[in-house]
């Protein structure tokens, strides 16, 4: 199946900017997802299709997508943005195949 | 408002099954795509399968003629049938709404709503 790669850790200052990448070789021309996922929690989705946001997400969350990368990218870092993050693709020409990255965590400072 | 709420997971030895359900309120669950993801312990995100509003059902290779995903619509509910249950099946299961996208002429999904999810442990 196809691979979604992630660094495992992502460390930054408050205040600073957090970026998390998604690579793979067969993401080209699909849609990209993140969703936040906190200890014990169930995920959420931050970004939808590459750069969309959902309502109810802040701005400082945005979404990038260039060839065969994805890029999560988190301004004005908080504490309360400490969380696994995990990019996913739909692969809706290949038997509706679904693949997650497997997951950055990011740690504030 | 939307919301999912799973249930049925437990500790099962190996070979048993389980069935988990997920009920859902503020929508039809026959109106949009619906998955169940699994996380092990420790592990991330796992897509297991999915089933579209059309009826058509998904599954990820590791579960194929094992788990069997349906719906029943007058109760508002998703099914996940879990049989001949491995110990690597041990972890908490999600479901998962999905929200259609278009790109290409070609449909795929986001899942907007997700519920808390519910732990099976697979252990003799």
């Known amino acids: 199946s196809d691979v979604l790669t992630q660094p495992p850790s992502v460390s930054v200052a408050p205040g600073q900017t957090a970026t998390i990448t998604c690579g793979g070789s067969?993401?080209?021309?699909?849609?990209v997802h993140w969703y936040q996922q906190k200890p014990g929690q169930a995920p959420v989705v931050v970004v939808y299709d590459d750069s969309d946001r959902p309502s109810g997400i802040p701005e400082r969350f945005s979404g990038s997508h260039s060839g065969n990368t994805a890029t999560l990218t988190i301004s004005r870092v908080e504490a309360g943005d400490e969380a696994d993050y995990y990019c996913q693709v739909w692969y809706s020409s290949s038997d509706q195949g679904v693949v997650f990255g497997g997951g950055t965590k990011l740690t504030v400072l | 408002e939307v919301q999912l709420v799973e249930s049925g997971g437990g500790l099962v030895q190996p070979g048993g099954s389980l069935r988990l359900s997920c009920v859902v309120s503020g929508f039809f669950v026959s109106s949009d795509y619906m998955s169940w993801v699994r996380q092990a312990p420790g592990k991330g995100l796992e897509w297991v399968s999915g089933?579209?509003?059309?009826?058509?059902?998904y599954y990820t290779d590791s579960v194929k003629g094992r788990f069997t995903i349906s719906r029943q619509n007058r109760k508002h509910t998703l099914y996940f049938e879990m049989n001949t249950l491995r110990v690597e099946d041990t972890a908490v299961y999600y479901c998962?709404?999905?929200?259609?996208?278009?790109?290409?002429?070609?449909?795929?999904?986001?899942?907007?709503?997700w519920g808390k999810g519910t732990t099976v442990t697979v252990s003799s």
């Open positions: 998962a709404r999905g929200r259609p996208l278009e790109r290409r002429g070609q449909q795929f999904y986001y899942m907007d709503v």
């Open positions: 089933i579209h509003s059309g009826g058509k059902t």
């Open positions: 067969t993401i080209g021309g699909e849609g």
